[in-house]
Every structure is written in structure tokens, then in C-alpha cells.
């Protein structure tokens, strides 16, 4: 009786994988996570520094508080990434959908001034239909939110300075 030394076939099919970066490319995600019985495959690509989208402009107040002859300084200064307030940055730990407020019409979770505890839900992102909430990664004083309501986040994208 012949014996059969065929090993049990590979679940892995990397056709699937080249196929989901594929997917990415061609529709600009970031990352995509398909499952199939007990095969989950989930594939991702690095967000560059060019991927951030929202940037704070200059406070107006200190342009026209500057004297004329600091006046073409100004202009030059604006292309560099604008100062943040220091502090810690609290980052998205995922890609997704960030919400100021529990509910659309709630008050948001938190405003700047505000002091929050280590752990105090900051925000909301929505992944996959689902809503993760945001803690404070410390105490202390929110001194800049950097996002806007419902607006899209990438991973490790800086969302609020805690001072």
C-alpha cells in the first residue's frame, strides 16, 4: 500500500497578501484586515511624515504684534512646521475616524484648559464600526487639540499636547 508523504497544504496563501497591499495601493488605505474561518491576514504600510493633513495656522495676534522691519521674517518662517505647545503628545493608536464628543450635539469630552487624570477618555476614533475610546496618557492640563471633530487619523498622528 503506497503511502502518501504529501504535507498538509499551507492555510498562508501569499497570492492574498500581494493582492491586499494591491488594494492599498491602488485605493490610498493605509490598512486593510481580511478573515476567513481561522485565517485572519492583516496588512499595513507605514503612514510617512507627509500623511499629516491638519496643521494649526500661526496665531495671527503675533504677525501683527511684530515690528515692520521683522515684518519679511515672518513669511519665511511659515513653511517650517508651526510650534507646538510643550508637553506630552497624546497619539492615535490606530487608523481611523476621531470624535470630540460621545454624541453628535454632546459637549466634547474635553476643551483646551481643561485638567484631565491618566486614563480620562480624551476622544473617540471609530475603527471598523467600532469606537475606541482615547485615554489622557497622564495628568494634567490639555494645552492644544491638534484634530477636528469626525476628521480622519492616522497611526502615532499627534492628536493633543497635554502640559
Not at 466634547?108 to 473617540?124: C, H, M, R, S, Y
Not at 497622564?138 to 492616522?154: H, K, S, T
Amino acid at each position: 500500500m503506497p503511502t502518501s508523504s504529501k504535507a498538509p497544504a499551507d492555510p498562508f496563501d501569499a497570492r492574498l497578501v500581494r493582492k491586499l497591499a494591491d488594494i492599498l495601493t491602488e485605493t490610498g488605505l493605509t490598512e486593510i484586515e481580511v478573515e476567513q474561518g481561522a485565517l485572519k491576514i492583516r496588512v499595513a504600510k507605514q503612514a510617512t511624515a507627509a500623511a499629516v493633513h491638519h496643521v494649526a495656522p500661526p496665531a495671527p495676534v503675533a504677525v501683527a504684534a511684530a515690528p515692520a522691519a521683522a515684518a519679511p521674517a515672518a513669511p519665511a518662517a511659515a513653511p517650517a512646521a508651526p510650534a507646538r505647545a510643550a508637553g506630552d503628545e497624546v497619539k492615535s493608536p490606530m487608523v481611523g475616524t476621531i470624535y470630540l464628543q460621545p454624541n453628535p450635539g454632546s459637549p466634547p469630552f474635553v476643551k483646551v484648559g481643561d485638567t484631565v487624570e491618566a486614563g480620562q477618555t480624551l476622544f473617540i476614533v471609530e475603527a471598523m464600526k467600532t469606537m475606541n475610546p482615547i485615554p489622557a496618557s497622564r495628568a494634567g492640563r490639555i494645552v492644544e487639540i491638534l484634530v477636528e471633530d469626525a476628521q480622519p487619523v492616522e497611526f502615532g498622528e499627534p492628536l493633543a499636547i497635554i502640559e
